[in-house]
T-cell receptor, first 114, second 112 residues
């Protein structure tokens, strides 16, 4: 059973606020990912990490930033939220070897910026 | 570039009827293929995966998928659909070491 958690599940905030979306996994996975998903659309990779102190930008440009100070924790931060950031954000993780990219997903955070 | 096509945006199936969701991929090497399911307001749950070997793979909840290299397809099937199967289904291809490329998804509606 995969154990990956995201908080908050839902967030409604005003424009200009700084927010941090939390993601934690208890599986000891090295690789972690953030995806952005709009309704009826595919998932777009916005950030990923190979391990501690490793962060990379994904295929979709994003104004968010991430950090990876601990293996289990991969938070995403928006310094100044805008309505265009309204979306669902999904966190995922996978093992370092032999996983063939099999990723385990958290429940997601649905963000609404007014 | 790698890509995944799910040609059906919506599919409606009667409860108890069979189901087939289509997935076509574009990838130059041997693909790693996945089907995920997403219930409303939830994350993605892995249904099944193909890495190598037998081209017919079994997954959870009674789903299966068949890899056909000649057609670049990985269609998902279930012989008898239950109302609880109503959800969004995503096909994905693993590209090398790290990334997954997802299709746009197919929304399954189950009618009584």
């Amino acid at each position: 059973e995969a154990d990956i958690y995201q908080t908050p599940r839902y967030l409604v905030i005003g424009t200009g606020k700084k927010i941090t979306l939390e993601c934690s996994q208890t599986m000891g996975h090295d690789k972690m990912y953030w995806y952005q998903q709009d309704p009826g659309m595919e998932l777009h990779l916005i950030h990923y990490s190979y391990g501690v102190n490793s962060t990379e930008k994904g295929d979709l440009s994003s104004e968010s930033t991430v950090s990876r100070i601990r293996t289990e924790h991969f938070p995403l931060t928006l310094e100044s939220a805008r309505p265009s950031h309204t979306s669902q954000y999904l966190c995922a993780s996978s093992r370092d070897r032999g996983s063939y990219n099999e990723q385990f997903f958290g429940p997601g955070t649905r963000l609404t910026v007014l | 570039a790698q890509s995944v096509t799910q040609p059906d945006i919506h599919i409606t199936v009667s409860e108890g009827a069979s189901l087939e969701l289509r997935c076509n991929y574009s990838y130059g090497a041997t693909p790693y293929l996945f089907w995920y399911v997403q219930s409303p307001g939830q994350g993605l749950q892995l249904l099944l995966k193909y890495f190598s070997g037998d081209t017919l793979v079994q997954g959870i909840k009674g789903f299966e998928a068949e890899f056909k290299r000649s057609q670049s397809s990985f269609n998902l099937r279930k012989p008898s659909v239950h109302w609880s199967d109503a959800a969004e289904y995503f096909c994905a291809v693993g590209t090398g070491f790290l990334k997954l490329v997802f299709g746009t998804g197919t929304r399954l509606l189950v009618s009584p």
